[in-house]
């Protein structure tokens, strides 16, 4: 019983008193007094420092990476206000290297490099079996953060995690690494040893109307599609009443239910992006990049189709523990979804803990944006291909 | 072999060239097939045709006695035979072999216009092209190419036709899709102003039971002192009195603690903490309590079906007393004096038990019945009786049911009662106390 892990909630109007609580929930119930590494996932209402330092406070210098979310989830469920969710997580035979990439907003590439460069150099030379990686999506491309953390891992890497929310505001997000708050940047923990990871993605969208080309874009500026603003595709489909609206409010948004999917090699379901925000002269930007020339759909969510999959998800990554024995559960599921199900987002979780176990440890949160490796999802040992995802569930279970 | 008496002979009578070609052919038949196998397929071929044409001593049909027709059905036959043994080629090689031997008796002219008849479409081709006028040649090519042309026309019709139709679809196809998406988004922020709405009023609800909390417990202070004595000696009339405006003040209370209540449930202040849990304590433990209730109206409490060595359930004992305490005084308060109110526990399907509490009071009426679980509401009969209730008492059992994985149902008929059912997990483990936060 080398695995052992642990979920603190707490909420309230004191920030440290927040951090704190939910620390000492944490190590009390993980039964030791030291945890090996600590998963905070915290409302981006509170002040950012006062909560780290309230964590911190308890757990001293114990290895600490998160973010803050769109939603905190615990094994209790989706947690219905702002709160800090902490997983407590001690496992001997596992070694973590955490890092940080600063500045994705000056290159979403470099920052993700950045994050793996510092990784490599603390493992120096250890066999990386997973990498959890916590982003920013509203200063920069989320699938060039993953390339660029792929550039310096390898591609035999899984790469999990999910993009840093802030309660649907798109404004600023929040990354901790220790005790320090970062906003903008990329950080993440590989864990090395003796442990068994399985992932499971799955979105659930469907395509609906015609295919568009893309025949302007740039990154993840999308400028035209079938030669007119791309803004064009959602006024036409919202009606002139809602379009009014899409040129104030930030288009994430109104958006977000229904994205942009395009078809990819290795996959079975569409790779979707989201729409985050639009500009003066109609051109949208994307929570990554689609490329000039692809056919693109529009994609409306089903809360059938949504927890349908999410079940998938959750046995695709049970399967992959091969007969290990779960012991701590990850979700990164995409914000769109949480409001796709709405007050009934308990029962995307629920079902997933029907797979996996009802009591196993799990903590989570609602993001921008998801990573995870693309459709063939085993990948330990054999080339993965991590990509940055749009409205899936992404399930993350740690075994041994 | 040749009927010699017919060798020098140019004739221009028409009809002979055909029969000379006929009688060649035949000949030819009969040196690859043999005149047997030959004579068959020639009268196999007329029977076919239900034609009978006349016949000669060796069988065959009398060549200088056939018409067009017949001695175009026996060229059919001999040459499907001569295909099927030898292949196309060949056999337009044979024809063309009997033409070039029949052009030294007859002219072309005469053979065009007797033996081209009788030949099948698509024999001696090169021959016809090679013979045929240029006149004749561009005819029958004119004749192909029109009737291509309205082939190809038609089908160009039919292709314009398929696309137009197929646009249209799509055109239907389109607007429906933005219909839809249309009506999606509006419905998701129609639902997201519901529940913002919904939130205020919780928010409202709130503040109002938090306010009137302290003066409440400040009457009930004020009474206690009254009552006990503690500010002078009461008589007997304004004690009487006064206790009633504390039972009052104790209801209020009350109201005030079930508001309160459900918008912890609400905002998830409330947190679970999953145990093993003995059903059967549980009741017995809300029995005791409720018990004076009871006798006051006269109502007997059967809790029979309880099983000594009932399984554990997995749950948060606190919460779960709520839920019997809920039902329970609901059924005692809606009960007439003298009714009966049974507790049955089973266990249900392996993997959970069944619990059914069951009155026979004032029941719920079938156009109420939907709204049952819903916050704050009291049905039409309930309030008539003008006794307390919040309207949050099963709203806040169902979301404790809900909460342990179970479902809460029931069955009513105005006057006759209710019976409320809720299945509970069953423990999964017999290992004592696992917090679902804890993995071991």
Not at chain 1, 36 to 46: N, T
Not at chain 2, 19 to 33: D, G, I, P, R, Y
Request: glycine residues 8%; hydrophobic residues 40%; negative net charge.
């Amino acid at each position: 019983m080398s695995i052992k892990a642990s979920v603190g909630l707490s909420q309230g109007d004191d920030s440290h008193a927040v951090g704190a609580n939910a620390a000492q929930e944490a190590l009390e119930r993980l039964g030791v007094p030291k945890a090996d590494i600590l998963f905070v996932f915290s409302s981006s209402q509170y002040d950012q420092e006062k909560m780290l330092a309230g964590i911190r406070s308890v757990t001293m210098d114990t290895l600490l990476v998160g973010c803050s979310t769109a939603g905190e989830i615990t094994t209790e469920g989706p947690v219905p206000r702002a709160s800090v969710a902490i997983m407590a997580v001690k496992a001997d035979g596992v070694s973590f290297f955490a890092g940080v990439g600063e500045l994705i907003g000056e290159g979403a590439h470099q920052a993700g490099a950045a994050l793996a460069d510092s990784i490599t150099k603390q493992a120096q030379g250890a066999t990386l079996g997973a990498c959890i990686m916590l982003s920013d999506v509203i200063t920069g491309n989320g699938a060039d953060v993953v390339k660029g953390a792929i550039s310096g891992l390898g591609d035999l890497v899984p790469i999990v995690g999910g993009a840093a929310g802030d309660d649907f505001e798109f404004r600023q997000t929040f990354q901790y690494l220790n005790d320090k708050v970062y906003s903008g940047a990329v950080v993440g923990v590989a864990l090395s040893g003796a442990f068994k990871m399985g992932t499971g993605v799955r979105h659930g969208w469907i395509p609906i109307g015609l295919p568009k080309r893309v025949t302007r874009s740039e990154g993840s500026v999308l400028h035209e599609l079938d030669g007119r603003p791309a803004i064009s595709l959602y006024e036409e489909y919202f009606g002139p009443e809602q379009a009014a609206e899409l040129k104030q409010e930030t288009l994430a948004r109104l958006a977000i239910m229904y994205p942009l999917g395009m078809r990819v090699k290795g996959s079975d379901e569409f790779l979707i992006r989201d729409p985050i925000f639009a500009n003066a002269t109609g051109s949208i930007t994307c929570a990554a990049e689609i490329p000039e020339g692809s056919d693109i759909r529009l994609m409306i969510g089903s809360r059938e189709e949504a927890l349908r999959v999410a079940r998938e998800a959750a046995a695709n990554a049970l399967a992959q523990l091969a007969g290990a024995t779960p012991k701590a559960v990850i979700i990164f599921s995409s914000v769109a979804r949480s409001k796709l199900f709405g007050e009934r987002n308990g029962e995307e979780i629920n079902v997933v803990q029907e797979i996996v176990g009802q009591d196993i440890p799990l903590v989570g949160f609602y993001t921008y944006g998801e990573h995870a490796p693309l459709g063939k999802e085993v990948c330990i040992g054999e080339h993965c291909n991590s990509v940055f995802h749009n409205e899936t569930i992404v399930v993350v279970i740690l075994g041994e | 072999m040749f009927n010699s008496s017919h060798q020098n002979k140019k004739t221009t009578q028409a009809k002979d060239a055909a029969v000379q070609f006929c009688f060649l052919l035949v000949e030819h038949a009969k040196s690859m097939f043999g005149s047997l196998r030959v004579r068959d397929v020639i009268t196999s071929a007329f029977s076919l045709r239900q034609t009978s044409p006349r016949v000669g001593s060796d069988g065959f049909p009398l060549l200088e006695e056939a018409d067009e027709d017949t001695m175009r059905v026996l060229v059919i036959g001999i040459s499907n035979e001569c295909i099927k043994a030898f292949g196309f080629s060949f056999t337009d090689s044979v024809f063309e072999k009997a033409v070039s031997q029949l052009s030294k008796q007859f002219s072309e002219e005469v053979i065009v216009h007797e033996v081209a008849p009788i030949v099948p479409s698509g024999f001696l081709e090169e021959w016809k092209i090679k013979t045929l006028s240029k006149e004749e040649l561009t005819r029958m090519v004119n004749e192909k190419t029109v009737a291509l042309q309205k082939l190809n026309d038609e089908l160009e019709g039919k292709i314009a036709d398929r696309t137009k139709e197929q646009q249209e679809l799509i055109f239907e196809q389109e607007r429906a899709a933005h219909i839809l998406v249309r009506r999606d988004s509006e419905l998701m922020q129609a639902n997201e102003q519901l529940r913002k709405l919904d939130d205020v009023k919780s928010g409202f609800i709130s503040v109002v039971a938090h306010q009137l909390r302290t003066p409440l417990s400040g009457i009930k202070w004020t009474l206690n002192l009254l009552i006990n004595g503690d500010l002078g000696v009461l008589s007997t009339e304004q004690k009487t009195f006064l206790m009633k405006a504390y039972e009052s003040n104790d209801r209020m209370i009350s109201l005030v603690n079930d508001m309160l209540g459900a918008d912890r449930i609400e905002s998830g202040k409330v947190r679970y903490i999953f145990q093993p849990v003995q059903l059967i304590d549980i009741v017995d433990n809300v029995l005791f309590e409720l018990l004076p209730q009871a006798n006051a109206k006269g109502i007997a409490i059967d809790f029979s079906t309880k099983p000594l060595d009932a399984p554990k359930v997995r749950g948060d004992a606190e919460k779960i007393r709520a839920v019997f305490q809920n039902l329970l005084d609901n059924a005692i308060k809606y009960s007439k004096p003298s009714g009966h109110i049974k507790i049955s526990l089973l266990l249900h399907s392996q993997k959970e038990v069944l619990v059914e509490v069951k009155d026979d009071g004032i029941g719920i009426p079938k156009e109420q019945q939907q709204n049952i679980f819903n916050r704050f509401f009291r049905a039409q009969n309930a309030v008539k009786l003008e006794t307390d209730g919040s309207g949050l008492g099963l709203f806040i059992v169902k979301n404790i049911v809900e909460r342990h994985g179970g479902k809460i149902a029931f069955e009513s008929e105005e006057g006759k009662g209710v019976t409320f059912s809720f299945t509970l997990p069953l423990a999964t483990s017999t290992v004592p106390a696992t917090d679902p936060d804890v993995s071991t």
